[in-house]
C-alpha cells in the first residue's frame, strides 16, 4: 500500500478524508458509528479491533 485516501462518514458530523499509509492507525471514542469508504485509486485492507 503506497497510500490511501479513506473516507468516513459519522452521523450528525461533516465527512472526514484520511490519507493513510501503510502501519498508520487511528482511535475513535466507544459508541460511535461510522461508515468507511475509499476514496482512492488503490487496493487496501483495514484491521479494525474494538477494544471492551
Known amino acids: ?3 490511501v ?3 468516513t462518514a ?3 458530523a461533516p465527512d472526514q ?3 493513510l499509509r501503510a502501519g498508520d492507525f487511528a482511535v475513535q ?3 460511535l ?3 468507511v469508504h ?3 485509486t488503490d ?3 483495514m484491521v479494525e479491533m474494538e477494544l471492551k
Open 33 to 35: 458509528t461510522r461508515a
Open 10 to 12: 459519522t452521523p450528525g
Open 29 to 31: 471514542k466507544s459508541g
Open 17 to 19: 478524508t484520511l490519507a
Open 38 to 40: 475509499n476514496s482512492g
Open 1 to 3: 500500500m503506497r497510500g
Open 43 to 45: 487496493t487496501f485492507e
Open 5 to 7: 485516501l479513506l473516507t
